[in-house]
C-alpha cells in the first residue's frame, strides 16, 4: 500500500514514479482506490470531478476508487444530528422502536454520526431541517477521503413543510380536488426550490397511493380513489420536481411511494397486511407508477406492508421484475423507516439483520433508511459470497448519479441567504392561495345561503375546533410561523371587518370539545344571525397524542370525532342558518350534516393561507370550482364505495342502511350553472387502432364566472373479464362567463379501451363501449352515446 502525507505528496517514490510513467504513456492519471484528491482544481483532477464528463463517465470512475466499505456506506442512511438529539431527550429505545416520524441511535452519539461521515461512512441524511445543519453536514464529507457529497432527504409532501418559515400549499387530497396539473407542476418547481435553499435535494413525494379506505389515517397525502386522476397528478409532481425536461440535471429528486397498495390494507390499519390480486394491482395501483417512471423519478419508497404473504422490502417480483424489468425504471429504491429492521420484529421472514439485509438487496434495495445495522451486515454478505460486489455496485451507480445530476459534486453547500429570499416569498404565496381557492370543494349549497355578502350580517358566530389554529396546514409540516398562517376566522373577518364575530374557542384538538361548549354553543349561536362551524380532524405532527388523521391515524368510526356532531346539531338547533366547514385529511362520515345543514364544504387541510380562501368562497370572492377526486362514503361500513365498481357491486344493497356514496367522485358545486348539451362523436364505428373524436357543448347559464371540470368517463358494455360501470379517461377544465358556451374536445385513444385479459395481457375486444361526459361521475349528470370497435 502507498503512504500519503498530509500535504498529499507520496512518500514511496517508487510510486510517483509509476504514476509519471503512467502520465507520459497516457495522458491521464490511472489511480488506485487510496491515492488524495487534494488538489483538484489543476490538471491533476480525477475525472470524476470534472463536471465537463459524462454523468456515466464520472460515476464509473468514481465507482472505481471506491473500497467495498465506502461503496456500501453511500447506501446508508441517517437522521440528522439535531433530531437525534431531541429524540435523544424525549423517545425511549422502546419508543422509537414504535415510532415513524422521530429516530435515534443507542449506543451512538450524534458526535459519532458526524465522525462517520468524515470517514465517508454515511451517504445520506433525512430529517435535516436547517440550512446551516445541512451546510456542517456536508462539510463533514467534504474530509472524507473521496469527499462524496451527501444526499439529503426531507418529507416535502405538500410544500417543504417540516421546515420552519416554508410555504405550505395544500395537502395532496386538495390538490388532486383542483384537477389542475399545472397548478400542480408550478407548486412542485417552487417546492424544489425551497428545498434547495433549505439544503435538502431529495423529497419523498409524491405518494402513489391509490386511496380506495377512507379509515386509512394517510388518504389525505394522496391523490385519491381513481388511477387516472391519481397518474396525471402524480406526472405533474414529478416533472414539477425533477425538472425532468433535462435528463443530466434535477431540481431535487422525486420518490414515487409506498410500493405497493398499503392503502388498501386488510383493516385499514397503516402497515397491515394488503390481500390483493394481481389484476387489482395491475388496474388500479400500478399504473401511477408506470407514468412516474416513464417521466423519469428516480427513487421509489417500499411500503410498509405485505402483499399477498411477501413482505414489500422483500418483494423481489415488484421490485425488480415488475418495476425494472418490466417499467424500465432506472433510479434508485430506497426503505421505508426501519422497514428492513421490520423484516425482522414485524414480518418474521428474517432471523437477524444480516439475512434481513440480504432478503431486501437480493429483493432490489438500494438505500437502508436509516441507522447503523446495515453496512456491516452487508460488509459480511459479500466477503460470504452471498451477494457479489457487482450487485452492491448496481446500487451504488444509480446513487451516485442521483448526486451528479443534482450537481452536489460541484457545489454541496446551499447560500443561507437563500432561505430568506425563497422561502415563503410573494409569488409561492400566490400559488398557495390559488391552489387553496380552487382545492374547496362545495358539497351542498340549499336555498343559496352561499355565498354572503359583506355587511349581510350584523353578527356570525364562529365555533369548531378547527376554526382558529393551524390544523389546515395538515400532515407533514411542524408548527408554524403565526403570521405566515390565516386561519378561517381570521379569513372572515379579513373578508367582513365591520361584522361582529363571536369566537367560541373549543380548543384545537377534536376529541377535548366539552358538553359545555355544545350547551353555549347553542345559546350563542341562537343570538347571531349566521352560524359558520369549522371542524373536522386535527393532523399535527407536533402534537402527535391530538392526531386524528395523518400517518399512522387510522379510524374505525370515519365520523366527526368528539363531540363535534353534538356541537354541530347544537347550533342547528338554535335556528340560526349554518355553514359547516370542514376541515380534514380523509372522506368523513356526516351524513347527518349532508341531510340538515344548508351550506357544506369541504375544504381539506387548505394550506397556509387556506382559511383566506375558505372565506372568499363564503363571501364568493372566489366561485368554488374544486370536484371531489374520492368518494365520501356514508360511514365506515361504506368502503371500497368508489364510482368504478364493477356491475355485481352492488348486487344486493344494505338491509339498514342506503347503499352507495354519500357524495360521489367527481362532484362538486359551483355559484353558478353549467348545462351540457350536443354531446357528438366522429364516427360511430372504429378500428381497434382508430382515434375518435369527441365533442360536448358546456353552457354557463348562471350569474357568475365560473371554471367546470368536464370530465369523459368510458364503459366496455361486455367484455370477457368483468369491467367497471365506469371509468375516468380525460377531464377539461374551462372558464366560462354567464352565458358563453364552449365546445369542449376529446381524443378517445386505442389504449383508454385496453384491459387486461383472462392472462393479464392487455387488449381491446370488438363490441359496444359507452362514452359519458358530465360534471360528476353520478349517473344524472352525464351524458351518454354508444359507439363501437369492430
Known amino acids: 500500500?502507498?503512504?500519503?502525507?498530509?500535504?498529499?505528496?507520496?512518500?514511496?517514490?517508487?510510486?510517483?514514479?509509476?504514476?509519471?510513467?503512467?502520465?507520459?504513456?497516457?495522458?491521464?492519471?490511472?489511480?488506485?482506490?487510496?491515492?488524495?484528491?487534494?488538489?483538484?482544481?489543476?490538471?491533476?483532477?480525477?475525472?470524476?470531478?470534472?463536471?465537463?464528463?459524462?454523468?456515466?463517465?464520472?460515476?464509473?470512475?468514481?465507482?472505481?476508487?471506491?473500497?467495498?466499505?465506502?461503496?456500501?456506506?453511500?447506501?446508508?442512511?441517517?437522521?440528522?444530528?439535531?433530531?437525534?438529539?431531541?429524540?435523544?431527550?424525549?423517545?425511549?429505545?422502546?419508543?422509537?422502536?414504535?415510532?415513524?416520524?422521530?429516530?435515534?441511535?443507542?449506543?451512538?452519539?450524534?458526535?459519532?454520526?458526524?465522525?462517520?461521515?468524515?470517514?465517508?461512512?454515511?451517504?445520506?441524511?433525512?430529517?435535516?431541517?436547517?440550512?446551516?445543519?445541512?451546510?456542517?453536514?456536508?462539510?463533514?464529507?467534504?474530509?472524507?477521503?473521496?469527499?462524496?457529497?451527501?444526499?439529503?432527504?426531507?418529507?416535502?409532501?405538500?410544500?417543504?413543510?417540516?421546515?420552519?418559515?416554508?410555504?405550505?400549499?395544500?395537502?395532496?387530497?386538495?390538490?388532486?380536488?383542483?384537477?389542475?396539473?399545472?397548478?400542480?407542476?408550478?407548486?412542485?418547481?417552487?417546492?424544489?426550490?425551497?428545498?434547495?435553499?433549505?439544503?435538502?435535494?431529495?423529497?419523498?413525494?409524491?405518494?402513489?397511493?391509490?386511496a380506495r379506505d377512507a379509515r386509512w389515517g394517510r388518504v389525505g397525502e394522496t391523490f385519491g380513489e381513481d388511477p387516472y386522476l391519481v397518474t396525471v397528478m402524480g406526472r405533474a409532481m414529478v416533472q414539477g420536481l425533477q425538472n425532468t425536461q433535462s435528463p443530466d440535471s434535477f431540481n431535487v429528486i422525486a420518490c414515487a411511494k409506498h410500493l405497493i397498495a398499503g392503502s388498501e390494507s386488510v383493516n385499514g390499519l397503516n402497515g397491515a397486511p394488503t390481500d390483493l390480486s394481481e389484476r387489482t394491482i395491475r388496474e388500479i395501483f400500478l399504473p401511477p407508477y408506470k407514468a412516474a417512471i416513464d417521466a423519469g423519478v428516480f427513487s421509489v419508497m417500499t411500503a410498509h406492508n405485505e402483499l399477498n404473504g411477501i413482505p414489500c422490502h422483500a418483494d423481489k417480483w415488484m421490485m425488480t421484475d415488475v418495476l425494472r424489468k418490466e417499467l424500465g425504471f432506472k433510479g434508485f429504491f430506497v426503505s421505508d423507516w426501519m422497514d428492513i429492521e421490520r423484516l425482522i420484529s414485524r414480518h418474521a421472514v428474517a432471523e437477524n439483520q444480516k439475512e434481513a439485509c440480504y432478503q431486501t438487496i437480493e429483493a432490489g434495495m438500494d438505500m437502508h433508511m436509516h441507522g447503523p445495522d446495515f453496512l456491516e451486515p452487508v460488509q459480511e454478505l459479500v466477503k460470504e459470497g452471498r451477494l457479489t460486489e457487482e450487485r452492491i455496485n448496481e446500487s451504488v451507480r444509480r446513487l451516485l448519479e442521483a448526486k451528479f445530476k443534482l450537481g452536489l459534486f460541484e457545489n454541496p453547500y446551499t447560500d443561507v441567504k437563500r432561505k430568506e429570499e425563497v422561502l415563503f416569498n410573494h409569488q409561492h404565496q400566490l400559488t398557495a392561495i390559488e391552489l387553496a381557492q380552487k382545492s374547496i370543494v362545495l358539497l351542498k349549497n340549499e336555498n343559496k345561503l352561499l355565498p354572503i355578502k359583506t355587511?349581510?350580517?350584523?353578527?356570525?358566530?364562529?365555533?369548531?375546533?378547527?376554526?382558529?389554529?393551524?390544523?389546515?396546514?395538515?400532515?407533514?409540516?411542524?408548527?408554524?410561523?403565526?403570521?405566515?398562517?390565516?386561519?378561517?376566522?381570521?379569513?372572515?373577518?379579513?373578508?367582513?371587518?365591520?361584522?361582529?364575530?363571536?369566537?367560541?374557542?373549543?380548543?384545537?384538538?377534536?376529541?377535548?370539545?366539552?358538553?359545555?361548549?355544545?350547551?353555549?354553543?347553542?345559546?350563542?349561536?341562537?343570538?347571531?344571525?349566521?352560524?359558520?362551524?369549522?371542524?373536522?380532524e386535527n393532523s399535527f405532527r407536533w402534537a402527535w397524542d391530538e392526531k386524528t388523521c395523518g400517518e399512522n391515524?387510522?379510524?374505525?368510526?370515519?365520523?366527526?370525532?368528539?363531540?363535534?356532531?353534538?356541537?354541530?346539531?347544537?347550533?342547528?338547533?338554535?335556528?340560526?342558518?349554518?355553514?359547516?366547514?370542514?376541515?380534514?385529511?380523509?372522506p368523513l362520515a356526516v351524513e347527518w350534516i349532508a341531510d340538515h345543514i344548508p351550506s357544506v364544504i369541504e375544504a381539506w387541510e387548505p394550506g397556509s393561507i387556506g382559511g383566506l380562501a375558505v372565506a372568499q368562497i363564503i363571501y364568493g370572492d372566489v366561485n368554488p370550482s374544486g370536484k371531489l377526486p374520492i368518494s365520501i362514503p356514508r360511514s365506515a361500513g361504506h368502503q371500497l364505495a368508489i364510482y368504478n365498481h364493477k356491475p355485481s357491486h352492488y348486487f344486493h344493497e344494505y338491509v339498514t342502511e342506503k347503499s352507495g356514496p354519500l357524495y360521489a367522485f367527481g362532484h362538486g358545486l359551483s355559484y353558478t350553472k353549467f348545462n351540457y348539451q350536443n354531446l357528438q362523436i366522429a364516427k360511430q364505428t372504429i378500428s381497434e387502432k382508430e382515434n375518435l373524436m369527441l365533442k360536448v357543448e358546456v353552457t354557463n347559464t348562471g350569474k357568475m364566472v365560473g371554471e367546470e371540470v368536464v370530465q369523459l368517463y368510458i364503459n366496455d358494455k361486455v367484455s370477457s373479464v368483468t369491467r367497471p360501470v365506469k371509468e375516468l379517461k380525460a377531464f377539461r377544465k374551462v372558464s366560462l362567463h354567464p352565458g358563453e358556451t364552449r365546445q369542449v374536445t376529446f381524443t378517445i385513444r386505442p389504449d383508454m379501451l385496453m384491459f387486461l385479459d383472462k392472462d393479464l395481457n392487455k387488449t381491446i375486444e370488438p363490441g359496444e363501449f359507452r362514452a359519458m361526459v358530465g360534471g360528476s361521475s353520478n349517473d344524472e349528470d352525464l351524458l351518454s352515446i354508444p359507439f363501437y370497435v369492430q
Not at 146 to 175: C, E, F, M, R, W
Not at 553 to 579: F, H, M, N, W
Open 1 to 210: 500500500m502507498c503512504t500519503i502525507l498530509k500535504d498529499g505528496l507520496f512518500t514511496n517514490s517508487f510510486a510517483m514514479l509509476k504514476l509519471l510513467f503512467a502520465v507520459l504513456v497516457t495522458g491521464s492519471i490511472i489511480f488506485s482506490a487510496c491515492q488524495p484528491f487534494a488538489n483538484t482544481e489543476g490538471g491533476n483532477a480525477p475525472a470524476y470531478l470534472n463536471a465537463s464528463n459524462p454523468v456515466d463517465v464520472r460515476v464509473e470512475d468514481l465507482l472505481s476508487r471506491m473500497t467495498l466499505e465506502e461503496k456500501i456506506a453511500q447506501m446508508c442512511q441517517y437522521v440528522g444530528l439535531q433530531h437525534m438529539r431531541e429524540a435523544e431527550k424525549n423517545l425511549s429505545k422502546e419508543d422509537m422502536e414504535e415510532s415513524d416520524a422521530h429516530g435515534f441511535y443507542p449506543g451512538l452519539h450524534s458526535t459519532d454520526v458526524a465522525k462517520m461521515v468524515e470517514q465517508g461512512l454515511i451517504g445520506s441524511f433525512l430529517h435535516v431541517v436547517d440550512v446551516k445543519e445541512a451546510n456542517y453536514l456536508q462539510s463533514l464529507a467534504q474530509k472524507s477521503r473521496l469527499k462524496i457529497p451527501l444526499l439529503i432527504g426531507i418529507d416535502a409532501i405538500h410544500g417543504t413543510g417540516l421546515v420552519n418559515g416554508a410555504t405550505i400549499y395544500p395537502t395532496p387530497i386538495g390538490l388532486a380536488s383542483t384537477w389542475d396539473t399545472s397548478l400542480v407542476y408550478n407548486m412542485s418547481v417552487e417546492t424544489a426550490q425551497e428545498m434547495r435553499a433549505t439544503g435538502a435535494s431529495w423529497t419523498f413525494t409524491p405518494n402513489l397511493d391509490v
Open 455 to 536: 355587511g349581510q350580517y350584523k353578527k356570525i358566530f364562529v365555533t369548531g375546533p378547527n376554526a382558529n389554529n393551524q390544523t389546515i396546514i395538515g400532515d407533514w409540516a411542524y408548527q408554524q410561523p403565526e403570521e405566515n398562517i390565516t386561519t378561517v376566522l381570521e379569513g372572515v373577518q379579513q373578508m367582513d371587518p365591520a361584522c361582529e364575530f363571536d369566537f367560541q374557542n373549543v380548543g384545537q384538538n377534536p376529541r377535548h370539545v366539552q358538553k359545555q361548549h355544545v350547551k353555549d354553543a347553542q345559546k350563542r349561536a341562537a343570538a347571531a344571525d349566521l352560524a359558520i362551524v369549522v371542524v373536522g
Open 553 to 586: 391515524s387510522a379510524r374505525a368510526d370515519i365520523g366527526l370525532a368528539g363531540l363535534q356532531q353534538q356541537l354541530v346539531e347544537a347550533v342547528y338547533k338554535s335556528g340560526t342558518p349554518t355553514i359547516v366547514v370542514l376541515v380534514n385529511g380523509r
